[in-house]
């Protein structure tokens, strides 16, 4: 019997929460990707990593912070908790990341916007691979000085954003769900 390798890949679950989710675009189609990601990480060995935001209005342990029941972590599963849109900024992340060995990053989550982009660019940034995964990702509609934008149009801009993305030393890419490679 052959061993298998470590995986250098890793999934990253962004802020799916309770009090995140509702309003968003499609949840029940990104939530039902994200699992499907999550079962599949666990199947073939890659550490799935799950990042929850907390602040005065989503204290750490209370409903509002839970995870959607449709993605629970396991026991023993990395958690990242943060106080910021960056995932990496103060928070646990690189060490995690570094413990595991991690080259590369999948990332899926909510709010596309806010801490799944800024999350992306900043891992680029550190020098990971990274794939966003372009049907498992979602935000609520914004308005800024008046200018609606739907959540399906964030989503669909930041794929389009993602998916062109050039950095120096890494590759950036979008997939769906069930086309990524997560080894």
């Given at each position: 019997?052959?061993?298998?390798?470590?995986?250098?890949?890793a999934?990253?679950?962004i802020?799916l929460?309770?009090?995140?989710?509702?309003?968003?675009?499609?949840?029940?189609?990104?939530?039902?990707?994200?699992?499907t990601?999550?079962?599949?990480a666990?199947?073939?060995?890659?550490?799935?990593?799950?990042v929850?935001h907390e602040?005065e209005?989503?204290?750490?342990?209370s409903?509002?912070?839970?995870?959607?029941?449709a993605?629970e972590?396991?026991?023993?599963?990395?958690r990242?908790?943060?106080?910021?849109?960056?995932?990496?900024a103060?928070?646990?992340?690189?060490?995690?990341?570094?413990?595991?060995?991690?080259?590369?990053?999948v990332?899926?989550?909510?709010?596309?916007?806010?801490?799944?982009?800024?999350?992306?660019?900043?891992?680029?940034?550190?020098?990971?691979?990274?794939?966003?995964?372009s049907?498992?990702?979602?935000?609520?509609d914004?308005?800024?000085?008046?200018?609606?934008?739907?959540?399906?149009?964030?989503?669909?801009?930041?794929?389009?954003?993602?998916g062109?993305?050039?950095?120096?030393?890494?590759?950036?890419?979008?997939?769906t769900?069930?086309?990524?490679?997560?080894?």
């Amino acid at each position: 019997m052959t061993a298998t390798a470590p995986s250098t890949t890793a999934l990253l679950v962004i802020d799916l929460q309770n009090d995140v989710l509702p309003g968003c675009f499609d949840t029940k189609r990104v939530l039902r990707n994200t699992r499907t990601l999550i079962d599949r990480a666990r199947a073939e060995g890659t550490p799935v990593v799950f990042v929850q935001h907390e602040d005065e209005g989503m204290p750490r342990g209370s409903h509002e912070w839970q995870f959607d029941p449709a993605i629970e972590p396991l026991d023993g599963e990395p958690r990242v908790y943060k106080t910021y849109r960056d995932s990496f900024a103060d928070t646990e992340l690189t060490t995690i990341l570094d413990q595991l060995g991690t080259e590369r990053l999948v990332i899926t989550g909510a709010q596309t916007d806010y801490c799944v982009i800024t999350t992306t660019l900043s891992a680029t940034g550190r020098g990971y691979d990274t794939v966003l995964v372009s049907d498992a990702h979602t935000t609520s509609d914004s308005d800024y000085n008046g200018v609606v934008t739907t959540g399906e149009q964030i989503v669909a801009h930041t794929n389009q954003t993602i998916g062109s993305l050039r950095q120096p030393g890494v590759t950036v890419g979008i997939a769906t769900h069930d086309a990524v490679a997560l080894r």
